[in-house]
């Protein structure tokens, strides 16, 4: 939504070059103990933390400021098992004939299969739709932009507000995901783009030994 008063003052909060090595640091070693979870406690929180994170998802930049997503928080225990058996279906479908050699091979440090308890476990499992378009007052379509970057970029920032919350998830695609609008009802200009469990780990939970790729390997200066 833009403001009927086309433009204000941003007001900028500006730092130090200090300040600002300080805050880079600071975020950077704390973004870098982020860890993908695929075990849950049953354990749950409270929805506002959820809704926090949500809203921190939506501060994102979006192509001509459509905000096209919507974020389905499911924690009914009817629904998640609906959910995970679909997933499981689709994943068996995966692991069993549709991921090639090479992409079972590069999955096996990971140690993923089919079977996703998860989706039952975690006590939110957050289903983030992309808008391709939307509907106006006549129901006509409206176009929106760059949806999938937009999206893209909003799930980037939930995943860094849950982190920050001291909560974990992980970014799960049991492709192809057409169970989950069919499950959640959702209108036909919704496409599902990620399912999300957010929750705490479970006890002793193990993490894959991965290392990050350093600066000389992501950067190119000119
Ligand atoms: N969606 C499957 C397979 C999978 C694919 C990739 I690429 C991963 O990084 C992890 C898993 C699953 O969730 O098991």
Same mark, same amino acid.
């Given at each position: 939504m833009l403001s009927d008063e086309g433009f204000i003052p941003l007001n900028p909060t500006t730092y130090s070059n200090e300040e600002m090595l300080q805050r880079s640091r600071a975020l950077f070693e704390q973004m870098d103990k982020r860890r993908s979870v695929r075990e849950y406690s049953n354990q749950t929180f409270p929805i506002e933390i959820l809704e926090n994170i949500i809203k921190t998802a939506s501060t994102a930049p979006s192509g001509a400021h459509k905000q096209p997503w919507t974020f389905c928080i499911v924690s009914s225990d009817e629904i998640k098992s609906k959910i995970r058996e679909a997933a499981e279906e689709e994943e068996l479908e995966n692991y069993t004939r549709r991921m090639s050699d090479s992409w079972l091979e590069?999955?096996?440090?990971?140690?993923?299969?089919?079977?996703? =308890?998860?989706? %039952?476990?975690?006590?939110?499992?957050?289903? &983030?739709?992309?808008?391709?378009?939307?509907?106006?007052?006549? /129901?006509?379509?409206?176009?929106?932009?760059?949806?999938?970057?937009?999206?893209?970029?909003?799930?980037?920032?939930?995943?860094?507000?849950?982190?920050?919350?001291?909560?974990?998830?992980?970014?799960?695609?049991?492709?192809?995901?057409?169970?989950?609008?069919?499950?959640?009802?959702? =209108?036909?200009? %919704?496409?599902?783009?990620?399912?999300?469990? &957010?929750?705490?780990?479970?006890?002793?939970?193990?993490?894959? /030994?991965?290392?990050?790729?350093?600066?000389?390997?992501?950067?190119?200066?000119?």
């Open positions: 590069d999955l096996k440090p990971f140690g993923t299969d089919h079977i996703k =308890p998860f989706i %039952e476990v975690a006590p939110y499992i957050v289903v &983030v739709m992309k808008h391709s378009y939307e509907f106006g007052e006549e /129901n006509e379509k409206l176009q929106n932009y760059y949806v999938n970057e937009s999206v893209g970029i909003a799930v980037g920032f939930f995943l860094s507000a849950v982190h920050n919350a001291g909560l974990f998830a992980l970014t799960h695609t049991p492709s192809p995901m057409r169970f989950l609008k069919k499950i959640l009802n959702r =209108p036909e200009n %919704e496409t599902p783009y990620l399912l999300i469990p &957010v929750g705490l780990p479970a006890d002793n939970v193990q993490v894959p /030994n991965i290392k990050r790729k350093g600066l000389k390997d992501i950067i190119e200066r000119y």
